[in-house]
Each structure stands twice: as structure tokens, then as C-alpha cells.
């Protein structure tokens, strides 16, 4: 069974589930802001549930392909077409395979990503 790790918190899922699912399950939130009430309810429309996936171990990411309405979501302004090359995902299309680290990042749309 996967395993999301999200703000610290380790999060148990079957295979296959939407992390936007798993996180909301777990009291957790995608979201940033009023976006937790404004937002696409899964559609992959509104962008607001961006995240930066990674892995604990360095494995292979175990997540869905990106879907042809996330990346054209995510090549849309306040998104780039870099997003996606920044490791940002629409938590509402992404199927969960494997464990994840999973970082919400600053700005409404979550399209703050710092560069360190």
C-alpha cells in the first residue's frame, strides 16, 4: 500500500487513488487559502491543488502520466510551462502508485516554488 507523506504526516492509500482524495481523506488539504472553498471540486480546471511530488528514497516517481487537461492547466498563467518541468502536479489528476513526498507551495495556485 502507498504511502503520501504530506507536511509531515504519513498517509496510508490503496493503489490507484487520486491524491486529491487521499489528502482530503486524511484531514489534509491540497489547498491554499480560500482556494480550500474556490476551487474545481477534481476537474483539473482551476489549478489551485498544485503540488511538488517527489519520493523519500530517490525511487522512481510511482504517479499516473499527467493528463492532457492537467498539463494545459498547468501551462496557463499563474502556472508556466515550466511547471510541470518544476515537478508541480494537479493533485486532482494524479493516481498515487507508489509513495510520495508531497509539498504544497506558496501563492493561492501553489505556484510559488523557491529554488534553492
Given at each position: 500500500?502507498?504511502?503520501?507523506d504530506?507536511?509531515?504526516?504519513?498517509i496510508?492509500?490503496?493503489?490507484?487513488s487520486?491524491?486529491?482524495?487521499?489528502?482530503?481523506?486524511?484531514?489534509e488539504?491540497?489547498h491554499?487559502?480560500r482556494?480550500?472553498?474556490?476551487n474545481c471540486?477534481e476537474?483539473?480546471?482551476?489549478g489551485?491543488c498544485?503540488?511538488e511530488?517527489?519520493?523519500?528514497?530517490?525511487?522512481?516517481?510511482?504517479?499516473?502520466s499527467?493528463?492532457k487537461?492537467?498539463r494545459?492547466?498547468l501551462?496557463f498563467p499563474?502556472?508556466?510551462?515550466?511547471s510541470?518541468?518544476?515537478g508541480?502536479?494537479?493533485a486532482c489528476?494524479?493516481?498515487?502508485y507508489?509513495?510520495?513526498l508531497?509539498?504544497?507551495h506558496?501563492?493561492f495556485?501553489?505556484?510559488?516554488?523557491?529554488?534553492?
Open positions: 500500500m502507498p504511502t503520501v504530506f507536511e509531515g504526516n504519513r496510508e492509500c490503496p493503489e490507484g487520486v491524491l486529491r482524495d487521499v489528502l482530503l481523506a486524511a484531514g488539504t491540497p491554499n487559502g482556494a480550500d472553498v474556490l471540486r476537474h483539473g480546471s482551476c489551485t498544485a503540488v511530488l517527489g519520493t523519500l528514497a530517490g525511487d522512481e516517481l510511482a504517479v499516473s499527467p493528463t487537461r492537467e494545459a492547466r501551462s499563474p502556472h508556466s510551462a515550466e510541470l518541468d518544476a508541480l502536479r494537479l489528476q494524479t493516481q498515487v507508489g509513495d510520495l508531497v509539498t504544497k506558496g501563492g495556485w501553489g505556484q510559488h516554488v523557491v529554488d534553492e
